[in-house]
């Protein structure tokens, strides 16, 4: 019988620092058949962590051809902070993948809007590989990626890369830039980036990612534009500590963000999302 809380030893094999307190991880597990036969979806999350500090949810944001697979960890707790100190070669546990991913099928032959904020980008990232990849499959791609600083913002070394891709826009924000500092594009709100936005309604999917906030406020303006809740999908970020609805820790109304979600139709978690 399969146990669900067991968790694999893993190697970090490469770090990329994304800004002053994010990293890059690519891992493997060190068992080379369970390495093999990993699979996981756009959107699905790994539960990550360190004997005697505890684990972490993390999203999945690239998946490479011999397996292993890349996640982006911010330093904010325990946990995450314990895995900021390690070093290539360095092992932790990991189980999964765990949750719901984008919704793949769906996205084929439409336009697609992806909507990031800040950490909301990770989660998306496989999404803008596969149209890369497959660009036939899809119709216009457009990616609004917002963040505080300029700095803060994660993948800059993909922006020249994904600016090229067939049938797409792709537009950045900031909240604010640093004195002195050379920033070119928009400063406000992912939203502000709304009225220049090339994707309309028809024959459309958005994807949206970030602080719920934000996702709220994104939604509330596609709708103005004649989107409706089910062409819209968002992926939540809860308190998740076991990973399949056991604990209850990221319960929403009578969903689990870990088993349910964390990516949701927006018509079918409205509900449960305190109104604007």
Known sequence: ????????????????????????????????????????????????????????????????????????????????????????????????PYGTGWPLEELKGKDILIVAGGIGLPPLRGIIDLVQKNRKNYGHLEIIYGARTPEDMVFKYEFGAWRQIKNSRFDLTVDTVSLGSKWECKIGLVTSCFPQMKTRNKNSIALLCGPEIMMRFAAKCLETIG???????????????????KCGHCQIGPKYVCKDGPVFSYDEIRPYIHPL
Do not use: W
């Not at 989107?227 to 609805?245: A, H, P, T, W």
């Open 1 to 96: 019988m399969k146990n669900e809380y067991m968790a694999y030893p893993a190697v970090v094999k490469k770090i990329l620092k994304e800004s002053s307190n994010t990293n890059t991880y690519t891992l493997a597990f060190v068992n080379e058949e369970k390495q093999k036969n990993f699979k996981a979806l756009p959107g699905q999350f790994m539960m990550i962590g360190i004997f005697g500090i505890g684990e972490a949810a993390l999203s999945i944001c690239k998946i490479d051809e011999d397996g292993s697979f890349s996640t982006t960890v911010r330093n904010v707790g325990n946990v995450t902070n314990t895995i900021y100190q390690l070093k290539e070669g360095d092992k932790l546990n990991m189980r999964g």
């Open 227 to 245: 989107f409706k809740d089910n062409q819209i999908y968002v992926s939540l970020e809860r308190r998740m500590k076991c990973g399949f609805g």
